[in-house]
């Protein structure tokens, strides 16, 4: 009040204390009793008395200023931005308005969007004036990273670190605007200063752990969280975000450990419960994610805990259960009226049977959905029943209905038609339809070619994946599939080079690391880079048994027995049924000595068959010595 400061310090000695009514009492007089009323904590008597004082000068804003703060601390925030709206149309410039207004407008932003927008112009308009003020620059920070400008918000940001170091609340906030506007390497320093000056500051810790993760580097995100301090090594935060780096790191064991620790002591909280459950399913522990997920199933789940739920369903071979849980959230989908979402569930339910080949329990749901709304949907149902209907060996039907389809172009139905009749096994006429179709749709030669590729017709595709690369050399689609193309016609040296050059292109795409990887172990060269390439393929896939495989694969092949059983085991247990895998895991038992867990390896490989490996499976039985 700086117009009434003078006069109230000449009335605070002059003037008695007031007796009557307020309105016959001078302003100042009445405003040093409002103070001397906050003073003493009674909050509404002085809200009484500041309104007598406005009503004898409205246009006094730093009455309305003091108004505001009063009703502030009265919990009356809508009224306080009343106040203070006022005061700024009285005093536009002014900064003490301008700061109060924003405070009060920061405060209300979190439940009122306008709120916001206040807030900001306020402080940028006070900034302009006093371009240092601390609570100014932090207070715009806030804002900026609210409104997802974390540019915006590293600029003041840093203004503030430099006006105040070693500010642990400005530190912070200043650390997640320098990570939201990408710029990784000032986050780590900035935290590393941080930890460097304290190690005890957890929360400089675990900003830089999440900062070097979202950066691709968990192994490092998890010696830092390792490296806190013993007593804080306890801290159940900092153990979940450990076992988390760990299982981003390509070390699912160790994260079971401690994430399972975490759930002991933390049983109610969901996001360890998560966490573990996701370990085990890529561990292959299914039923153990199957018991831990289910605290949190229930009507309405979020799609997230349906696919964890699935997926640790199919794990088991509880196929049925699986498809009744995709169900029971179509039959949610529907009743909201998300009839998109509703379709690719059924979808999906579809796709469990396809994949265990039970195609009489893919038939029915692919006809309920061949009207979809979604075209692309509507043309996978009738590809779905398509193959249904050539896998009961009625492939003339398959082809009449397509014909008769309403819901594909002439190219995509070709397309569809050339799948069919490979499927069918009438070959000949399949290759016709594709060199025709090829001709005379440029566009599609790669969908053409790959579906002669997965027919294991690599002659016959290659002229087509060599076209399709010339034409769309950016496609990494293409490259890759030519690339195996190649590998598939034992032509090993181009093979390499053209998966060299996916992933020079994509260094971090699974299916090419695996391959490449893959193919080198199992012609025993370059063992430690095929390693290198197959355990992240694992680690950014690590629930693919297919990928786990070729790990220990090659753990075998470069004589480290015992870490191959392990690797192999898990990925047996990924993917139960899979002879190679299987037989993969008795090599490995066998030459870790084994011989009695060999045994029942092979004899597994046996039952799940692999026609051109049974006799090979059967002289390493007859090696072992105890015949098949």
Known sequence: MKRLRPALLLLAGLLPRPVGALEQLPPAYIFLVAKEEIAAGELERALASLGAVVSAAPDDPYLRVEVADLLVRLGRTDEASEEAALARQLAPDEPQVLRTQGRIELARSDEEPAAEAAAREAFERL??????????????????????????????LSEAVRLRPDHPWIETLHARALAGSGDARAVSERQRDLLARDPRDLGARFELAEQL?????????????????????????????????????????????LAEGVVRELPDVRRPRLLLVRVEIALGYFAAAERHLAPLLGPGQDPMLTELEVRSLVGQEKRVAAVAALDRRR????????????????????????????????????????????????????????????????????????ASSARLDAQRAALLRVELLLEGERRSEALVEARRLAAAWPGGTLAVAGRLQDAGLYEE??????????????????????ATCLERLQRFDEAVEALRRVLERAPKLPPALNYLGYLWIGRGENLDEALGMVNEAVRLDPDNGAYVDSLGWGLYQAGRFSEAVAALERASRLQPRDATILEHLG??????????????????????????????????????????
Do not use: C, N
Request: net charge negative; charged share 25%.
């Open 331 to 402: 039959s949610a989908a529907r009743e909201s009226g998300d009839t998109a979402a509703a379709t690719a569930l059924a979808l999906e339910m579809a796709g469990i049977w396809a994949t265990s080949g039970e195609w009489e329990r893919v038939l029915p749901i692919a006809r309920s959905l061949e009207e979809a709304e979604d075209p692309e949907r509507a043309r996978a149902a009738l590809r779905l029943e398509g193959l249904a209907l050539v896998r009961a060996g009625r492939l003339d039907e398959a082809l009449a209905r397509l």
């Open 127 to 156: 900034r302009t004036l006093a371009p240092e003020d601390l609570e100014v620059l932090v207070s715009l920070g806030q804002l900026y990273l609210a409104a997802g400008q974390p540019g915006l918000a590293a600029e003041v």
């Open 213 to 257: 993760m979202r950066a691709g580097d968990p192994s490092a995100a998890a010696e830092q969280l390792a490296a806190a301090p013993a007593d804080q090594r306890e801290h159940p935060e900092l153990r979940e975000r450990l076992a988390r780096a760990h299982f981003l790191a390509g070390q699912p064991e160790s994260a079971l450990a």
């Open 587 to 628: 090599d490995a038992r066998a030459a870790a000595g084994d011989l009695a867990g060999a045994r029942e390896a092979y004899l597994q490989a046996l039952e799940s068959g692999r026609p051109g490996a049974l006799g090979e499976i059967h002289r390493k039985l007859s090696d072992l010595g105890g015949g098949s």
């Open 461 to 482: 595709s290659l002229p087509l994946l060599q076209r399709s690369v010339d034409a769309a050399p950016e496609s990494i689609e293409a490259a890759f599939r030519l």
